[in-house]
């Protein structure tokens, strides 16, 4: 027998009280109802109906079988609902949050082609490193540059950003270019501020495959990234920033790049949304659009399978959204 459609008369039949109404409002015959609920029955070997010409009640099994039936049968209408989100165009609002830099750099001259393709989203854009609660802030994903604390959210890789230390030829004019980590100690740093984590972001280098933390003499930091590139354009300090952001200085001289034998470790950017059980179809389009937008970008793919995994975190990491 068709066990869900035998689920779904005897739901009909228990909310009409009647066998005849139950087949009026499904469209067959009465009979029909009849023999599925009996064939029900036997398959179960319970009794689900007390029934006699003029009255019908429900057992005591047929209470509880009629529970689970509802559970049931609203979990296969919320199944096809969502496959019918994934086949519909997506449409409706869409707030999304992200750092300056990384939004102007990448995000914003593509967002022709994401609204070519999805004209129906209407497309909310905050900048800033600011930690938010997506929840309580109506905030549907987040693009977040470095390690990920614990969470309870959804993290899809994106892609990674090189780090490159540079100066200005200015500043290496005046107090020389640092050639090993010991000499940093006679050089000032620029430091970024993060207000995500509120803490002061030290100058990081690998060295033999290890990230080793280096807290140099500063008297100035920022909390903006344009505002800290612009610091150590105007040779306030010695810099560590995205190789991307920095390129354009690094090509026409203003920056030149220092202690290239220490590289410090790309940083991964990840998009990050609510663990719902129903992902929304505007979400499911920016972040997939987002991941290919970074794969047809060289300057922040390059080292991906460079980047350790750290253990211990509960955040979860996939490399598809399909799930």
């Known amino acids: 027998m068709d066990k869900l459609h035998g689920m779904h008369v005897f739901i009909r039949v228990v909310d009409t009280n009647s066998f005849s109404r139950a087949a009026d409002s499904l469209g067959v015959p009465r009979g029909s109802v009849t023999r599925v609920i009996?064939?029900?029955?036997?398959?179960?070997?319970?009794r689900l109906l007390n029934r006699t010409t003029r009255s019908l009640s429900v057992t005591s099994e047929g209470a509880?079988?009629?529970?689970?039936?509802?559970?049931?049968?609203?979990?296969?209408?919320?199944?096809?609902?969502?496959f019918a989100d994934i086949t519909r165009a997506p449409r409706g609002k869409l707030r999304v949050d992200m750092s300056g830099s990384l939004g102007k750099l990448i995000i914003v001259p593509a967002l022709n082609d994401f609204h070519a393709r999805y004209p129906d989203i209407d497309l909310t854009?905050?900048?800033?490193?600011?930690?938010?609660?997506?929840?309580?802030?109506?905030?549907?994903?987040?693009?977040?540059?470095?390690?990920?604390?614990?969470?309870?959210?959804?993290?899809?890789?994106?892609?990674?950003?090189?780090?490159?230390?540079a100066a200005s030829r200015t500043y290496i004019a005046q107090h020389g270019e640092p050639t090993t980590l010991d000499a940093l100690q006679d050089h000032l740093t620029v430091n970024y501020f993060s207000t995500r984590t509120g803490r002061m972001v030290n100058l990081n280098f690998s060295v033999n495959g290890n990230a080793?933390?280096?807290?140099?003499?500063?008297?100035?930091s920022a909390n903006d990234g344009d505002a800290h590139l612009q610091c150590g354009v105007m040779g306030l300090g010695l810099i560590q920033v995205p190789r991307v952001i920095a390129q354009p200085y690094l090509e026409s001289g203003a920056l030149v790049e220092v202690l290239p034998?220490?590289?410090?470790?790309?940083?991964?950017?990840?998009?990050?949304?609510p663990q719902n059980r129903h992902l929304s179809p505007q979400v499911r389009a920016f972040v997939d659009w987002s991941a290919e937008l970074f794969a047809?970008?060289?300057?922040?793919?390059?080292?991906?399978?460079?980047?350790?995994?750290?253990?211990?975190?509960?955040?979860?990491?996939?490399?598809?959204?399909?799930?």
């Open 212 to 220: 080793v933390n280096v807290r140099a003499r500063s008297r100035l």
């Open 38 to 46: 009996q064939e029900l029955e036997a398959f179960l070997r319970v």
């Open 261 to 273: 034998a220490f590289r410090p470790a790309p940083l991964p950017i990840s998009a990050v949304y």
């Open 125 to 165: 854009l905050g900048f800033g490193d600011r930690l938010v609660d997506l929840v309580q802030e109506g905030i549907d994903c987040v693009i977040r540059i470095g390690e990920l604390e614990d969470s309870s959210m959804i993290a899809r890789r994106l892609g990674v950003f090189q780090l490159v230390t």
């Open 296 to 323: 047809r970008n060289p300057s922040v793919q390059a080292g991906v399978q460079d980047i350790p995994r750290s253990p211990g975190k509960r955040i979860k990491a996939l490399a598809s959204i399909a799930a």
């Open 64 to 82: 509880a079988y009629y529970e689970k039936c509802a559970r049931i049968l609203a979990e296969v209408d919320a199944a096809e609902a969502e």
